[in-house]
Nanobody, 129 residues
Framework: QAQLLESGGGSVQAGESLRLSCVVP????????VGWFRQAPGKGREGVSC????????YYADSVKGRFTISRDNAKNTVYLQMNSLKPEDTATYYC??????????????????????WGEGTRVTVSS
């Protein structure tokens, strides 16, 4: 059962921007690395961007470097994914994840998000050319 709720998905034109949000349960929030995965139609799930709980180090997949930015607001227990210069190939369902066991790199390379401490149901992003 998903425990996180993503928001901010939608349909946009290529070149436009979206910001995804995800609220993580409080309490141990500060000890969780957080991140975003995505799954495009007919493709496997991939780690897009993750952030360490220790020092805020970030990881980005090559396909989104320079366009996407992950951030977190500790006061709001919220993680964001700012997506700029969107491309049709960014079309996917985006999932928020959080886990206290991994670095930013490790989190984004976990094979099964459903084994993580927290995961979301996903929010759909569609980019038209």
């Amino acid at each position: 059962q998903a425990q996180l709720l993503e928001s901010g998905g939608g349909s946009v034109q290529a070149g436009e921007s979206l910001r995804l949000s995800c609220v993580v349960p409080g309490g141990t929030w500060n000890y969780f690395s957080v991140g975003w995965f995505r799954q495009a139609p007919g493709k496997g799930r991939e780690g897009v961007s993750c952030m360490s709980s220790v020092d805020g180090s970030t990881y980005y997949a090559d396909s989104v470097k320079g366009r996407f930015t992950i951030s977190r607001d500790n006061a709001k227990n919220t993680v964001y994914l700012q997506m700029n210069s969107l491309k049709p190939e960014d079309t996917a369902t985006y999932y928020c994840v959080a886990d206290g066991r991994y670095s930013e790199y490790g989190l984004c390379h976990v094979s099964d998000i459903y084994g993580m401490d927290y995961w979301g149901e996903g929010t759909r992003v569609t980019v038209s050319s």
